[in-house]
C-alpha cells in the first residue's frame, strides 16, 4: 500500500495530497459510489500533486472517466487547486457553496482587487511596504496552483447530499472560510469537517478585505454550533482522521479564549499596532516566510477586531497608522 493512502472502515480512501507548504499535506477523500466515485477536496496545483493522483488512480484501477463528482468543503487553494484539472479530465460536476466559489473568483479572477485591498489593510496596520510586496508576489503566485478553475455548481447548507449511498446534512461553517461545508452523517456520526475542526492544527482565522469584520467571533458561534451535533468519526482536511470531536473544538475554543486575554495584556503593558503585535505573537522569523507571515497577521487582526467590537481594545489613528490600546 502507498504511503500517501488509507482505506476507512467504509472502504472510502483518504489519500493524502503533499504541499509545499508547512501543513505538508490536505486529505482527499475517494468515495465509491454505484456509479464511479466522489472525490471530496482534490488538492493544490502542483506536479508533485497530479503524479499522486495518477499514482493513486492506477493502483486502485480507477479510470479518469469513472471520477463522476467532485465537492469541496471550501474554496482555499489546498482544496480547490485541482479541481478544474480533474473536471478537465474526468468531464465530471464540481460543486460547492456559492459564496465559496465567489470568494474563489475575487481571489483569482482576471481583474482581482484582492491583492491591492490587503496591501492598504496591512500599510494602515503598520506592515513595512517591503514585506507587503513578497506577501503580494506570493498571492500571485497562488493562480497557476487553481488553475484551470473549475465550471461549478452550488451546493448550499440546510440541504442535504448523497454521498456513498447515505445522506449527509450540509452545514454553514464560516470563520475559517466564509461559505464553507461540513457534511454530517446523522447515522454513522461522521463529519466531514474541511478545515474548520483539526487535529494539532488551530485553523487559521483571517481578517479577508472585503468581508465581514468579525471572523473570529462567526468561527466560534460555528464551534458552538459543531459541538452539538454527536460525532464519533471526524474526517478534517489536514492530519489524520480523528474520534474527540467535541475535545478538539474545546481545545480551540480555550486557545482563541487564552490568545484573546494575552493579547489585552500585551497591550496594556505597550500599545501597538497590529503589525507589532503580530511579531511579538508569531516571531519575526515569519519576515522571511511571506506566505506564514499573511496568515499571521491576518489572524491576528481577527482577534484585534474581535476585541475591538466587543469593547475590550479601543484604536487611534496616529500618524497615518492605526494603534490598539488596552480599554
Ligand atoms: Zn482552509
Ligand atoms: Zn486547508
Redesign the pocket.
Known amino acids: 500500500m502507498m504511503n500517501e493512502v488509507t482505506v476507512l472502515e467504509n472502504g472510502w480512501i483518504q489519500v493524502k495530497i503533499p504541499l509545499p507548504f508547512s ?1 505538508r499535506w ?1 486529505n482527499s477523500y475517494i468515495i465509491p459510489e454505484d456509479n464511479g466515485f466522489t472525490v471530496i477536496d482534490p488538492g493544490l496545483r502542483t506536479d508533485e500533486a497530479i503524479q499522486l493522483w495518477d499514482d493513486v488512480l492506477e493502483h486502485f484501477k480507477i479510470e479518469w472517466g469513472q471520477i463522476t463528482r467532485i465537492v469541496l468543503t ?1 474554496q ?1 487553494p ?2 480547490y487547486g485541482l479541481a478544474g484539472y480533474i473536471q478537465q479530465k474526468s468531464g465530471c460536476p464540481v460543486y460547492m457553496s456559492q459564496r465559496s466559489h465567489h470568494y474563489a473568483l475575487r481571489l483569482w479572477g482576471t481583474k482581482s482587487d484582492y491583492p491591492a485591498a490587503l496591501r492598504e489593510l496591512y500599510l494602515e496596520h503598520g506592515m513595512p511596504s517591503e514585506l507587503m510586496n513578497a506577501i503580494e508576489d506570493n498571492l500571485l503566485s497562488f493562480i497557476e496552483k487553481v488553475s484551470p478553475q473549475p465550471i461549478v455548481s452550488y451546493i448550499e447548507a440546510g440541504s442535504t447530499l448523497v454521498l456513498g449511498g447515505v445522506s449527509w446534512e450540509l452545514i454553514d461553517a464560516p470563520g475559517h472560510a466564509y461559505g464553507a461545508l461540513c457534511f454530517y452523517q446523522r447515522e454513522w456520526g461522521w463529519m466531514i469537517c ?2 474548520q475542526v483539526l487535529p494539532h492544527i488551530t485553523p487559521n482565522v483571517s481578517v479577508v478585505p472585503g468581508e465581514e469584520r468579525d471572523p473570529l467571533a462567526a468561527f466560534l458561534n460555528s464551534l458552538e454550533e459543531l459541538k452539538t451535533y454527536e460525532v464519533k468519526f471526524a474526517l478534517p ?2 492530519r489524520d482522521p480523528f474520534t474527540d470531536f467535541q475535545g478538539r473544538i474545546a481545545e480551540l475554543q480555550g486557545h482563541h479564549e487564552r490568545r484573546l486575554k494575552g493579547m489585552v495584556e500585551q497591550l496594556s503593558e505597550q500599545p501597538r499596532s497590529a503589525f507589532q503585535l503580530c511579531e511579538s505573537l508569531f516571531g519575526i522569523r515569519l519576515r522571511d516566510n511571506p506566505h506564514n507571515l499573511r496568515f499571521a497577521m491576518s489572524e491576528t487582526l481577527a482577534h484585534l477586531f474581535y476585541l475591538e467590537e466587543r469593547g475590550l481594545v479601543r484604536v487611534e489613528v496616529r500618524d497615518g497608522e492605526v494603534v490598539f490600546f488596552a480599554s
Open positions: 501543513l490536505v471550501h482555499h489546498d482544496h474541511g478545515d482536511g489536514h
